[in-house]
């Protein structure tokens, strides 16, 4: 499963940001998606979870960006979306999308990952 993210850019701080993931598979069809989550890995850290959201749409956060990011999901388009609100300068990373399973055409589909979109802060 490829995935592609878009919308990331660079934004003052207290801006908003809007980044998507859209979900394909080349040569078949998609028809379920599990599990989606946004990582972000900043330069000279570890990558990690920012948000996650089920396929039924529970969604949980990392403690650092509670309150100002949503994550949610179109499952009929294959996509996730991250609202991202009162950035701050600490969120500036490259953020990935992940899929944790999908069912398609051509079988199972596990851990796919995106190319990353990069999200830079200003002061």
């Known amino acids: 499963v490829q995935l592609v993210e878009s919308g990331g850019g660079l934004v003052q701080s207290g801006g908003s940001l809007r980044l998507s993931c859209a979900a394909s598979?080349?040569?078949?069809?998609?028809?379920?998606?599990?599990?989606m989550r946004w990582y972000r890995q900043a330069p000279g850290k570890q990558r990690e979870m920012v948000a996650s959201i089920t396929q039924g749409g529970d969604s949980s956060y990392a403690a650092s960006v509670k309150g100002r990011f949503a994550i949610s999901r179109d499952n009929a388009k294959k996509m996730v979306y991250l609202q991202m609100n009162n950035l701050k300068t600490e969120d500036t990373a490259v953020y990935y999308c992940y899929l944790d399973r999908a069912g398609t055409s051509r079988g199972p589909r596990y851990e796919s990952w995106g190319q990353g979109t990069q999200v830079t802060v200003s002061p």
């Open positions: 598979l080349s040569s078949g069809v998609i028809f379920t998606i599990g599990d």
